[in-house]
Structure formats: structure tokens, C-alpha cells
């Protein structure tokens, strides 16, 4: 639709069908503004005002009805406004300039369309005009409200204070900044500026047009804080991490994505290669799998050495490790890399491990196995690293059956070689506690906050048919890397606490939990997969159909040597702030985000108190493994901290329990002493020195404790407790058939996951 012309100055053509009416309205100069940086094309439309300038007739469109239209194009002239008052109507406003208040700013059409040419000019120029102006022209009331609320917008637009960093004007600093160039421009201004400035309004035009003016100011201002501030932007660049990797970047690897869903061979695959190779390391994304694969690799005869954050056992005359991925050396060399469920790259707490193993490793050859999610940004990381990528591609052994029956909420459908799955330790104990009541199977038990040596005691008792365990009760921890002989995966709820609210477990979760039922050379290599509950039925369908979700970015972290450099530029900050400022100031490549730190930082903020540790005691310290929302091993990571730093021998302070756990206090009790143990063992492994000398204590206590935990849980025939009982939120669940019990969910959801 095309109007015009009105009072013989423009053409309107609309692109809105729903329009019915149009009004053509005069309004004065300061109250309506528009801007259109492209005539004869459509384009965004901004409309904006300021409800001061606002004549009667408008108030309540200013109020009610006043939109952002953006299906307009406007051209022949730049000075009118289309509002569009919410009944489909629009009210199309030519503006007419009034005489200013004080008499000398009243303007022409002439002039008015010099106002445009503003915008064309150099930037560079404006300043310098502003800056040598001796005062300010005078401005109208209207102007000046205008001009008010453009700055206001300026100084809180996220688009200028991002694009400022491109300058070294930091975020921190940018709002001062954008007020001290507000008081410059106001008392500098210039009438057509101004005016041009009214004509688009408080809008990113606007932003877009201030900028380059603001950055001429701040570079005469503030060159100390811009030098300093680029130091800072500098030091903490995480921009092109394949060139943190020099050796590797001349070395002609070839990668080789083994791409599939569970069950289908990826691992196995590629740890052929693994053990054919000369020199070989496997990174795993748990300690549990990278000791399955030691006792496996060396039990086919390849000698392997085992390397964790907690253990390291060495293997004499092994060239092979298996490791977590956390510890992967990028330092040595290898014939044959593993890294195994790469998809992790883009987990938010320990992606980093990933990236920087697929980035840094030295190997001639390396395995990456994992879902489709990851395929494309691993494409991306190989085109900019020059590496070769070979893709292979995999389908399950066996295809997943849903049985549709479901277990209509009743457990005592549970049948030998069934894992009920569920979200929360709590739910575990008493899920295993109906099982066990109502029927006569036997529960073995798997749940994040058991140590590895007792998930995998579990996973033989479970696996082994000469016994009685044939259920087994677990938590999401079941979802990777136990080979496991489950029948079929029964999904005792499929929503989670997740520390603030009830939510849905994510697709990729379900999946790769229900995958884990039907395992090739398991005795059940056909696997099933159902809910307890009919109403849960449809969302597991839903999930196991879902195709797997791209992913645009993977995590990164900076090693200690870039805190350290990015502590030189702001010194005496606490460790926690020093994070939060490297958060705030790093750059980043648009393939990468920059992993969670909130952990560190709690534990960053309690070691704060204890005097005498390097930045780098602090750096290893925030990364060892510890449940931080678990109060006992927190105390005994300070203390652990405290000893240290007053160069005392680091004592484990703990006694040793001497039988199995007979109630829920009693078993949390071990498995937090197990925790802390193990803290210790991380400690003595990542401290150079003999400052913590009872590793071996700490590893027998360990190994003992694990053992308790297995009999106590075996045994295990009590109601659960919680380790926050205070906090927890009680959810009453449906009538669960026979068990009929009343459910609570465990409020502590996420823990540091420890590799
Ligand atoms: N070619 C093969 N010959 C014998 N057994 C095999 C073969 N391929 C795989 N398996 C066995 O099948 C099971 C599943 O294989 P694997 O662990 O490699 O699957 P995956 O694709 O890595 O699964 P996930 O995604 O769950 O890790 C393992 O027990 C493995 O030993
Ligand atoms: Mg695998």
C-alpha cells in the first residue's frame, strides 16, 4: 500500500496487511523521531518519543499503544513518524518544528535536511568541533530531554559497551566513561548534532552514531586506563587456543571421530588401534573407566600404566596409560590417542578437559569417540588446526525396544537383569528398599557419591548370575562407562532437582541412560527400556526419537600461567575476584565459552582467609575434587589448606570407622570421609614436595572405606536420610502401587564431578 504525499513531503509504502486505517497527524518536533538508514528497501522502523513533548492527543498512544513498527519504508523524506495506535490503526505524524524556546533554534526544512548530512560525516571531525567549541548552542526544553534520554541509553547499551571493548574500554569502566562523555557533550553541543541526534531518538542508530564521537573522547581522556585496561583484555586473550599448541600445530596428526549412539562399538574401535599402537594413552571422562580400561588392556596383555587425579600406577615397561581426561599430558608423545565421549567438550563445568586434549595432545594418531553432537565443531577445530579428520560412523548392535507397557507404578513388576533408574540418592535407597520388601530380588546399588572401587564391586555383584543381586538401583552416574549386563532400563521418573526447581532430564541424558540396557557380549545384548509410571511413557519416547542436538560452542578454562598474568594486571584482588574480572574481560573465539567457575570461586572465597598460600597453591587447591555443598569435606579442605600453608606436614585429622554402616547417617558419614580421602590423595598428587606425607594412609583408609560402603550397601535396609535434611523439598508422588510410599527428592544436586 503506498500514501502520499502529505503536506507534500513523503511517500509511505506499507508492507502490513492488517492496517485499517491510516491518520495523518502534526505533532511538534521534540515529541516523535524516526530514522531510516535505507530508503526504497524495508527495513527496520524505530519510532520513539518522549511523553514530556507529548501533546493531549497523544498521551495515551504514548501510554498504552505505542509500538515499535518495523515493517515500514519510508522514503522522500526523513522527518515522519508512523504510530500505530493498537487497532490496527496507524497515525502517520508529519512533524512540524516549532520555534524553539529560546528563539535562535528554530529551523527551516533547508536546514533540517543538513541534519542527515551529519550522519556522513567524519566522526573524527564532530569531536574535534565539539571539543573546541567554547559552550554549548542553546537547546529547547524538548531538545534536551531527548538528548537526556539518548545518553541514558547510551550509557546502558550493551552494544557500545561490548563494541568498547574492542578499544581496551573495559565494562567495568564503561559507564563512567559514558558519563563523563555525556557532561562533554552537553556542555559542548552543537545545534545540528543535536538535532540529528533528536531525529533517530533513543535508538542503536543513535548508539551507532555517538560511538565513534564517544571513542574520540576517551582516547584524549582516558589513555592511562585504556593502556592499562588492554594490558588487562590482553592477558586474559583465550582467542585461537589451537595456537596455545605449538608443537602440536607442526605435527600432522590425524584425527579419526568415531560417531555413533551407545552401544555401538566407538570405544571398542578405537581402543584396538589404542593397544595396537607402539605408544598409547586413553583419555576417559571418569576414574571408573579409565580403570576398567587399565585392568582390560593389561589383561589382554598390553602392559598399562594408570593414571588419575588420585592414583598412579605405574606399570613396568608399559607404553601405555590410561588416564583421566583432566590429566592428559600435552608434553609427551604418542603413536595413538583415545578420547573418549568427546561430546563432553561441551559440558559447562569440564568441558576445557576435552578441548584442550583434542587441541593439545601429541599424537600421531587420535581417537575421539562420542555422539553426532560435537561432529561439526570438531570439524571446525580441525580446519583451524590443519589436522586431518577421518569420520566413522555407527549404529547400535541392536536396536532399542520401549516396551509401551510400562510398569504401571508398580515395582513388583521388576524382573532379574533390571536397573530402575533415578535421580536422587535418596530415592535409590528407598526404591531398593520396596524392591527388596516386596519381592525377592536383591538390589545392588550405583549413585554418584559412592567412590569407583564400590560402583564397580556393585557392577561385578550385579553382573555376575551365581548370586543373589539381580536388580540393580541407580542414578544418572550408571550413564557412562560401566559395561553392565541390564536387560532393561526402567525409568523410575524422568525430572530431577536440580537445586532450584524440578526439571526435565535432557534428551541426550535419557538416551545415553537408556542405552546402557542391551550391551553386546552382555547376556542380554537385546535391550528394553520403560518408565515406571504410563504418564512417563511419552516423554521417553519423545527423547529417544529426538535427533542429537547440535553444539556451537565447547568449553575452555585458562591454565594457571594465564591467571597469573592476568593477576599481574590487577594486583591485590582476592582470587575469586580475579576470576570473576578474567570472567568478565576475556575474549573468546565464537566456537568457545568459558566453563563455569562458581565452584571454584566458593572454594576460592573460603580459602580467602587463610594467609600465606601462592596464587598458585590457591589455583590447585580451587581444583581439587570436593563436593562443596557437602559442609565436612569443606572443613577439612580448609584445614588441609590452613596446615599447608604454614608449611606443616598435612595431616588426614580422621579416624578410620571399623564397621559397616548400620542407618542412612552412618553410611552419608563414610561416603563423605571416603570424599575427603580421596581429596587428599588429589592433594598429595598435585603438590610437589612431601607437604602432604600420607598418601599411603589415605589410600589404605580409602580402600577400606570402599569396602564398608559395598557391605553397608549390600545390607542397606533403612529410610534414606538426606545430607541437607534442613533444606530438603518434599514432593509427594502418586500412588506407586504396592510400595505406596510417600517420595522426598534430595536437594543437593550438583557436586564437583571429580574425575
Ligand atoms: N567388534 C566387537 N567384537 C566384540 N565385542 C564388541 C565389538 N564391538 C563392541 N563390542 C562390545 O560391545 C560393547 C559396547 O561397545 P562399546 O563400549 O565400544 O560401545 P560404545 O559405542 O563405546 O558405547 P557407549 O557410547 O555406551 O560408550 C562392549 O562390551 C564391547 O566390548
Ligand atoms: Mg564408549
Same mark, same amino acid.
Not at 121 to 130: G, N, S
Given at each position: 500500500?503506498?500514501?502520499? !504525499? ?10 502490513k ?41 497523544f498521551?495515551?498512544?504514548w ?8 515493517l ?68 529547547t ?18 552494544w ?9 574500554? @573495559? ?10 562523555? #555525556?557532561i ?20 542503536i542508530? =543513535? ?33 585461537? !587456543?589451537h ?5 602440536? #600445530?607442526?605435527m ?105 586434549a ?128 541390564? #536387560? ?10 536440580? @537445586? ?17 540396557? @542391551? ?30 542436538e ?26 575469586a ?26 572454594i ?51 579416624g ?68 541437607? =535434611? ?16 510417600q ?13
Amino acid at each position: 500500500m503506498a500514501i502520499g !504525499p502529505a503536506r507534500n513531503l513523503f511517500y509511505l509504502y506499507l508492507s502490513k496487511n492488517n492496517v485499517s486505517k491510516l491518520r495523518f497527524l502534526s505533532v511538534s518536533s521534540g515529541f516523535l523521531h524516526t530514522h531510516f538508514a535505507e530508503p526504497k528497501k524495508i527495513h527496520d522502523f524505530h519510532v520513539y518519543g518522549h511523553p514530556m513533548q507529548t501533546p493531549p492527543q497523544f498521551s495515551s498512544l504514548w501510554c498504552n499503544q505505542w509500538k515499535r513498527l518495523n515493517l515500514f519504508h519510508f522514503y522522500g523524506h526523513p522527518f515522519s513518524t508512523v504510530v500505530e495506535n493498537g487497532d490496527n490503526e496507524l497515525e502517520v505524524c508529519d512533524l512540524d518544528v516549532e520555534e524553539n524556546e529560546c528563539g535562535d533554534g528554530g529551523l527551516g526544512s533547508e536546514k533540517r535536511l543538513n541534519f542527515v548530512q551529519i550522519a556522513s560525516r567524519d566522526p573524527v571531525e564532530i569531536y574535534r568541533e565539539l571539543r573546541d567549541a567554547t559552550k554549548c548552542e542553546k537547546q529547547t526544553r524538548a531538545d534536551w530531554d531527548t538528548l537526556i534520554e539518548i545518553f541514558r541509553c547510551f550509557a546502558q547499551s550493551g552494544w557500545a559497551s561490548n563494541q568498547a571493548l574492542a578499544v581496551y574500554i @573495559g565494562a567495568s569502566f564503561f559507564p563512567t566513561a559514558a558519563q563523563k562523555f #555525556r557532561i562533554f557533550f552537553f556542555k559542548k553541543c552543537k545545534v545540528d548534532v543535536v538535532k540529528y541526534l533528536e531525529s533517530l531518538g533513543p535508538c542503536i542508530e =543513535a548508539e551507532k552514531f555517538l560511538f565513534p564521537i564517544f571513542v574520540e573522547f576517551c582516547l584524549e581522556e582516558f589513555p592511562n586506563e585504556i593502556k592499562n585496561f588492554r594490558k588487562m583484555v590482553e592477558s586474559a586473550d583465550l582467542t585461537k !587456543p589451537h595456537t596455545w599448541f605449538p608443537f602440536a #600445530r607442526a605435527m600432522k596428526r590425524k584425527i579419526i571421530y568415531h560417531c555413533g549412539p551407545t552401544n555401538s562399538g566407538k570405544t571398542y574401535n578405537a581402543l584396538q588401534s589404542f593397544m595396537e599402537a607402539k605408544k598409547g594413552i586413553y583419555c576417559s571422562p571418569l576414574r571408573l573407566l579409565a580403570m576398567e580400561v587399565f585392568d582390560k588392556v593389561n589383561g589382554l596383555g598390553v602392559y598399562c600404566s594408570l593414571l588419575t587425579g588420585q592414583e598412579k600406577k605405574h606399570v613396568p615397561f608399559s607404553n601405555h596409560v590410561a588416564c583421566t581426561v583432566e590429566m592428559v599430558s600435552t608434553d609427551q608423545m604418542y603413536d595413538v590417542a583415545v578420547i573418549d565421549e568427546i561430546q563432553m567438550m561441551a559440558d559447562t563445568y569440564r568441558g576445557y578437559a576435552w578441548t584442550r586434549a583434542l587441541l593439545g595432545l601429541k599424537a600421531d594418531e587420535i581417537h575421539v569417540c562420542g555422539d553426532p553432537s560435537v561432529l561439526n565443531i570438531v570439524r571446525k577445530v580441525c580446519s583451524e588446526t590443519g589436522d586431518e579428520l577421518v569420520e566413522q560412523h555407527y549404529e547400535r548392535f541392536k536396536p532399542l525396544v520401549v516396551e509401551a507397557k510400562t510398569l504401571l507404578g508398580d515395582l513388583t513388576k521388576v524382573r532379574s537383569g533390571d536397573c530402575v533408574v533415578t535421580f536422587s540418592r535418596r530415592e535409590i535407597f528407598e526404591v531398593k528398599l520396596a524392591i527388596e520388601k516386596h519381592s525377592n530380588h536383591r538390589c545392588c546399588v550405583i549413585y554418584g557419591a559412592l567412590p569407583p572401587e564400590t560402583r564397580r564391586q556393585q557392577a561385578t555383584l550385579f553382573n555376575d548370575p551365581n548370586n543373589e543381586f539381580d536388580v540393580l538401583v541407580a542414578s544418572d552416574a550408571v550413564g557412562m562407562g560401566l559395561n553392565l549386563n541390564i #536387560r532393561r532400563i526402567i525409568f523410575y521418573t524422568l525430572s530431577k532437582y536440580n @537445586g532450584d526447581r524440578i526439571v526435565p532430564i535432557p534428551a541426550s541424558q535419557v538416551k545415553q541412560i537408556a542405552g546402557r540396557a @542391551g550391551r553386546r557380549g552382555s547376556r542380554y545384548p537385546e535391550g528394553l527400556t520403560t518408565t515406571l509410571q504410563l504418564e512417563d511413557l511419552d516423554y521417553l519416547i519423545e527423547c529417544l526419537k529426538k535427533p542429537f542436538e547440535e553444539v556451537n560452542k565447547v568449553g575452555l578454562f585458562p591454565f594457571y600461567e594465564q591467571v597469573e598474568l592476568f593477576a599481574g594486571q590487577i594486583p591485590n584482588s582476592t582470587f575469586a575476584e580475579l576470576l570473576d574480572r578474567f570472567g568478565e574481560n576475556c575474549r573468546l573465539d565464537g566456537s568457545y565459552f568459558l566453563c563455569q567457575y562458581n565452584h571454584i570461586k566458593k572454594i576460592a572465597n573460603m580459602l580467602e582467609k587463610v594467609q600465606g598460600l601462592s596464587l598458585e597453591d590457591r589455583f590447585n587447591f580451587c581444583f581439587a575434587p570436593v563436593n562443596i555443598r557437602d559442609p565436612k569435606a569443606m572443613y577439612h579442605l580448609l584445614k588441609f589448606a590452613s596446615s599447608y600453608a604454614q608449611a606443616l606436614p598435612v595431616n588426614i585429622a580422621m579416624g578410620m570407622p571399623n564397621c559397616s554402616a548400620r542407618n542412612d547417617s552412618e553410611l552419608l558419614d563414610l561416603e563423605s570421609k571416603h570424599q575427603v580421602l580421596s581429596m587428599y590423595m588429589w592433594l598429595s598428587n598435585h603438590f610437589e614436595g612431601d607437604k602432604f606425607p600420607y598418601f599411603k594412609k589415605a589410600e589404605a583408609m580409602a580402600t577400606g572405606i570402599a569396602e564398608l560402603l559395598g557391605e553397608s550397601i549390600a545390607n542397606a535396609r533403612w529410610k534414606p536420610e538426606s545430607r541437607n =535434611a534442613g533444606k530438603q523439598q518434599k514432593v509427594v508422588k502418586k500412588d506407586q502401587g504396592e510400595t505406596k510410599d510417600q517420595l522426598c527428592l534430595n536437594t543437593s544436586s550438583h557436586k564437583k564431578i571429580a574425575a
